[in-house]
Nanobody
Framework: QVQLVESGGGLVQAGGSLRLSCAAS????????LGWFRQAPGKEREFVAA????????AYSDSVKGRFTISRDSPKNMVYLQMGSLVPEDTAVYYC?????????????????WGQGTQVTVSS
């Protein structure tokens, strides 16, 4: 059974940083694209960042580009999201996701596996 478990969320002041982690189990994802999405109250889930199986290929939404960094540790089956210069608009539940394909995915439908999410709240 495939499981993705996020951790590292919490409450942080504007301008602060957080590092989210996602641990995958049940299968190896070393050849698969991984991503982070988020969903704020009353809004649809949106793409945040993605990384391909080849770690030099990444993609970011315009709203987080330059502030967030996605990375992965394939031997450990982990994916991370380093978030900096946080603003209240970053407040959301953050989800990690895994593809069955190896490339970068920008849409929710590109992903087959999802975690339960971790809450990030940025106070002003």
């Amino acid at each position: 059974q495939v499981q993705l478990v996020e951790s590292g969320g919490g409450l942080v002041q504007a301008g602060g940083s957080l590092r989210l982690s996602c641990a995958a189990s049940g299968r190896t994802f070393s050849g698969n694209g991984l991503g982070w999405f988020r969903q704020a109250p009353g809004k649809e889930r949106e793409f945040v960042a993605a990384i391909s199986w080849a770690v030099d290929v990444t993609a970011y939404s315009d709203s987080v580009k330059g502030r967030f960094t996605i990375s992965r540790d394939s031997p450990k089956n982990m994916v991370y999201l380093q978030m900096g210069s946080l603003v209240p608009e970053d407040t959301a539940v953050y989800y990690c996701a895994a593809r069955t394909a190896g490339g970068v995915g920008l849409m929710s439908r590109d992903y087959a596996y999802w975690g339960q999410g971790t809450q990030v709240t940025v106070s002003s």
